[in-house]
C-alpha cells in the first residue's frame, strides 16, 4: 500500500529549491565480479551469498544491533531515499531476511503501527520506472539498514528519476513522514545552489547519512551538506568472500573525501579539539572550507556484503557482492536507529561526533590513500579528508 499522504506532491515543500537544481545524480556502489560467465563476461551473481554477512560485519564493528533477535531500532523510521522503483523490494530483503536469520516483514498498515514494518512511498505521486541499477542500490539500503536496526520501520522512498529536483522532493517526502534517519546513497558534483538545499536537511528529530562518492579524493553532494553525515570508505583485512578474520582497517582507495567548493567550515568542526592528520586543526587543512568525509565504513567490493535482488542487472540476478560508500550510508542510518532506540546518546548528530564521541566509539583509520595528493588524500592519526573520525565500533 502507499500511505494517502505520500500521495499528492510530498515532495513539494522543496519544490522551488530542488527546481533550482539541475543535473542528475548518480549510486554510489560496486558491484564485485564473482567469476566469469560461458561468453567471457563477468558474473555479478551467484545462487548463493558470496559477500560479508551481517554476523562478519557485527564481529568488525562490535554493532549489538546486528542480532536478528536484538530488537534494536524499536519506535524508529528509517527512511530509505533513491529513484526509481524496486519492483521487488518487500520479497527481496524477506529473502536476505530468511538467509540471515531475520523475522519475515509485512507491509506496514501505517507508521503508527507497532513492532517493524516495511513500506513504499512513491514521492512525486505516481510509481516510477523500473531502472535495475537503482534497484540493485534500492536492495542494498534497505536489506542492511535492516540488518542493523532489525525492530525499526523501513520506509523507501522512491523519486520518480534520478534528477536532483526529483530526489531532493524525495528526502522532503521523508520529512513529512517523520524518519528518525534518512539514508541517501547517491550524489552528483558540487553546485552553487547547494546552500540554497541545506534546508532540507535540517528537519527536527531526523538525522541524515550520504555517501561521500567511490571516485577517489572529491566531493559530492548532498555529502558536503553541513546537515549531512557524510560517510566515506574503508577496507577490513583478512576479511574476504563470506568470512572474516579481521586483523586491521585502512582507507580504500575509491573512498570520495576532500574540501568543499561551496560549503563553509561547519561549527562542529571549527570546535573540534582533537588530533588531525597533517595539520594543527580542521580549518587550517581545509582552509576554513566543509571537509568531507565525517565517519567511514566498509567499501572495498573485495571486502563487500551479500545483497539479494530479483531484478535482473545486465541479465543477472541473485546475490550480489556489493561495495563502495553506499554500504556505509545506510548501515549507519541503522546504527543510529539503534542506538536512539536504546536511549544512547554517543553518536547522536555531527555535534556529538565532533565533541568527544570519537573517542570512544569509533575507530581511528591511520592508513591508506584515495589519491596521489599528499596530505589531502592520505589516512592519518585524528580527523583526516579519507575516513573523517573512523568508523563505528562499540556501538550503540
Known amino acids: 500500500m502507499i500511505f494517502a499522504v505520500a500521495i499528492t506532491g510530498i515532495g513539494s515543500a522543496s519544490a522551488a529549491q530542488a527546481g533550482n537544481r539541475t543535473g542528475f545524480a548518480s549510486t554510489t556502489y560496486v558491484v564485485k565480479h564473482v567469476g566469469r560467465l560461458a561468453d567471457g563476461k563477468p558474473q555479478l551473481t551467484s ?13 568488525v564493528y562490535n554493532l549489538s544491533g546486528l542480532s536478528p533477535n536484538s530488537g534494536a531500532g524499536a519506535g524508529q523510521i528509517i527512511a530509505i531515499v533513491d529513484a526509481y522503483s524496486d519492483p521487488n523490494a518487500l520479497s527481496d530483503l524477506n529473502t536476505f531476511n530468511a538467509q540471515y536469520g531475520y523475522a519475515q516483514l509485512s507491509t506496514c498498515t501505517s507508521l503508527s503501527q507497532s513492532g517493524p514494518c516495511f513500506e513504499q512511498v512513491f514521492a512525486q505521486g505516481k510509481k516510477p520506472r523500473v ?6 542500490e534500492e536492495s542494498l539500503d534497505i536489506e542492511w539498514a535492516h540488518a542493523e536496526a532489525p525492530a525499526a520501520k523501513i520506509v523507501l522512498v522512491e523519486a520518480a528519476s534520478n534528477s536532483n529536483s526529483n530526489l531532493f522532493g524525495a528526502v522532503v517526502a521523508a520529512n513529512n513522514l517523520g524518519a528518525n534517519v534518512v539514508s541517501m546513497s547517491w550524489g552528483g558534483s558540487e553546485s552553487s545552489s547547494d546552500t540554497s538545499l ?8 531526523t538525522f541524515y547519512t550520504a555517501s561521500s562518492g567511490d571516485s577517489g579524493h572529491g566531493v559530492i553532494y548532498p555529502s558536503t551538506s553541513p546537515d549531512v553525515i557524510a560517510v566515506g570508505g574503508t577496507t577490513l583485512n583478512g576479511c574476504s568472500g563470506t568470512s572474516c578474520s579481521f586483523t586491521s582497517e585502512t582507507a580504500w582507495s575509491g573512498s570520495g573525501g576532500g574540501i568543499s567548493a561551496i560549503e563553509s567550515l561547519p561549527a562542529y568542526q571549527s570546535s573540534y579539539t582533537g588530533p588531525v ?51 556505509g550510508a545506510p548501515n549507519w542510518a541503522g546504527i543510529l536507529a539503534a542506538a536512539a532506540a536504546a536511549g544512547s546518546t554517543a553518536l547522536q548528530g555531527l555535534s556529538s561526533i565532533y565533541s568527544g564521541g570519537y573517542s570512544t566509539n ?23 579528508l579519507v575516513t573523517g573520525l573512523g568508523s563505528p565500533v562499540n556501538y550503540p
Open 277 to 327: 592528520s597533517g595539520a594543527s586543526s580542521i580549518s587550517a587543512l581545509t582552509g576554513g572550507s566543509r571537509g568531507v568525509p565525517d565517519v567511514s565504513f566498509d567499501a572495498n567490493p573485495n571486502t563487500g556484503v551479500s545483497v539479494f535482488d530479483s531484478t535482473a542487472d545486465s541479465g543477472q540476478s541473485g546475490w550480489f557482492t556489493i561495495g563502495g560508500t553506499s554500504v
Open 131 to 136: 531502472n535495475a541499477g537503482w534497484v540493485v
Open 198 to 205: 541545506d534546508a532540507d536537511f535540517t528537519h527536527a528529530g
Open 362 to 384: 569509533l575507530r581511528d583509520i591511520t592508513s591508506g590513500t584515495n589519491g596521489t595528493c599528499g596530505t589531502d588524500c592520505t589516512a592519518g592519526t585524528g580527523y583526516d
Open 47 to 59: 545462487t548463493t551469498p558470496t559477500g560479508l554477512p551481517p554476523s562478519a560485519i557485527q564481529s
